[in-house]
């Protein structure tokens, strides 16, 4: 059998015109999808506005895990579109690694705030390390080392496992490994994404293209999944109860759509 792919893969016009089909095929989870979507950007603009403190004060750190919710979310969105299931959910488990960690601030905030901080020396010190272990000037080798010597070595770096310890969402984890496995990693069962099998693997082709209905929408559904505990989380902690009563519209509606998908 002969391959004949699209020149552009999923960039190509071919996917611009079959977008609004499917969109269509999963409306009501689409539609959901972008009020939510709205929602996190109006509550975005407020943060932006009335959060005004030091970097790493606790409402800014607030605020920039709503911006990196809100860029996965709307990255993963953008792929969803274009039928790219497999790394819609790569980028649904970035948004669900925020909602642990916005769960953790609401749980041991103490902690997580000292795992962030650790976190960041220990991952300078990994960096300092590997370009010593590769370096043969004596020179570089020598500021390296005074480099990692002002940093513990006991430092460690923020598993998304203890984070997700930290606070109410630990259950959640199970399912960012999940898409870790699924989508996130080059594994096994990531790969199997790309391939037809039949008669239990005896037989298979290469799978090209577009995902299937149901597909794109249990990867919007895991998008979901991470998007909305981060609303609830960030209304809560902000005190924006401006905006309680849609979080409360929005989790309705998504547990009515839930049950429809196996997550």
């Known amino acids: 059998m002969q391959w004949k792919l699209p020149l552009a893969g999923f960039l190509s016009s ?72 497999v790394e819609c959910r790569a980028m649904a488990r970035s948004v669900i690694e925020v909602s642990l960690a916005v769960a953790a601030m609401d749980g041991d905030k103490d902690k997580f705030m000292q795992m962030l901080r650790d976190d960041h020396l220990k991952s300078r010190r990994n960096r300092y390390q590997t370009l010593f272990g590769h370096s043969k000037d004596p020179e570089a080798r ?14 460690k770096l923020m598993s998304p496992k203890a984070v ?11 399912t960012y490994q999940v898409l870790s496995d699924d989508a996130g990693h080059v594994s ?26 149901d597909e794109v929408g249990l990867s919007l559904s895991y998008c979901l999944y991470g998007a909305i505990p981060v609303a609830v989380g960030i209304a809560n902690l902000l005190k924006l109860d401006q905006f309680a009563s849609q979080v409360q519209e929005l989790v309705e509606r998504f547990e009515r759509l839930s049950p429809k998908y196996s997550i």
């Not at 605020?63 to 809100?70: D, E």
């Not at 020598?142 to 430092?155: F, I, N, P, R």
């Open 164 to 174: 997700a310890a930290l606070g109410s969402l630990e259950s959640s984890y199970f």
């Open 142 to 155: 020598q500021a390296l080392k005074v480099a990692m010597d002002q940093l513990e070595a006991s430092l």
């Open 14 to 85: 071919e996917i611009d015109d079959a977008a609004a089909l499917i969109r269509e095929a999963n409306q009501e989870l689409f539609g959901l999808a972008k009020d939510v979507n709205l929602l996190i950007m109006a509550m975005a603009q407020e943060a932006l506005n009335t959060v005004h403190t030091s970097s790493m004060d606790e409402e800014a750190v607030l605020v920039r895990l709503l911006m990196r919710a809100a860029g996965f979310y709307q990255g993963a969105l953008l792929m969803a579109e274009r039928g790219m299931y």
């Open 188 to 213: 096994a069962s990531s790969l199997d994404h790309f391939i037809e099998p039949q008669e239990g693997r005896k037989y298979w082709s290469y799978k090209v293209g577009a995902g299937a209905p």
